[in-house]
Structures are given as structure tokens and as C-alpha cells.
């Protein structure tokens, strides 16, 4: 049941990313490109989205199990060292230049669009080399 509910909940987030146009790289450029052709409409998107997660960690921080008797799995570390601002850096640049982060990417990839699956090999590839990095530190 749970493979079900997760099977379920990454298509309601997939359906989210595409009607909300999270999923179109022109239109994540037009909405970074605050002093040329600027399209403020994701800020809605991503206001529903926070508003969604705040209200839902809200819920999660008093609860042992989840609806389906899962273990809660809540960060708890608060730490900004220098690996997350490194990554949250390269992250903000590399959606600024391809417009595509990687919920899209996995979205525009799986209905067989060659920038989301070009964006997926990238970050494997991202992951592969961070961890070389962390292994060689």
C-alpha cells in the first residue's frame, strides 16, 4: 500500500509541475529574468508549494508514525555549513542557466524530452563526482 501512495503522491507532484508550468524551461528563464521579459506567475506555484509544506511539517513534528503507520523522516539538522551553500550556489546556477531543477528534469525526461534527460545524466553525474569529493576528504 505504501509503494502505492508514493506511486500516487510523485504523479499528483508530477501533475502539479506541469500544470503549474514548473516543468517548461522558457518559462523558469522568464520568471528569472527579472529586468527583460519578467512573468512573475511561479511565485503562486511556489507559494502553494511552501504553504503546503509549511502546514504539512506543522502536522509531521507531533506525530511518531505517518497515516500509513511509516517512520517520520524530519531533518533535524539546522547546521548552513560551507557544503550547502557551495550546493545550494551551483544549484541556483545551474537553474538559472538551463531553467530546469530536478523535479522537472525528471518530469521533462520521462515524457521523452531530451533537455530533461540531457538535465538527469548531468546530476548523476553531479552526484557521482560529490561523492569522490566526500570520499577523498
Known sequence: ???????????LFS???IVGGMSDPQKILAFLDITGNWDPSLFVIMGV????????????RYRQKSLLACTMAIPTNSVIDKPLVIGSVLFGIGWGLAGICPGPG??????????????????IAGWLLVGLFRKSA
Open 49 to 60: 508549494g511552501l504553504s503546503v509544506s509549511i502546514i504539512s511539517y506543522q502536522f509531521a
Open 15 to 17: 501533475a502539479g509541475l
Open 106 to 123: 525528471l518530469v521533462l525526461a520521462g515524457a521523452g524530452f531530451h533537455q530533461g534527460g540531457l538535465f538527469v545524466l548531468a546530476m
Open 1 to 11: 500500500m505504501t509503494k502505492f501512495v508514493a506511486f500516487l503522491s510523485g504523479l
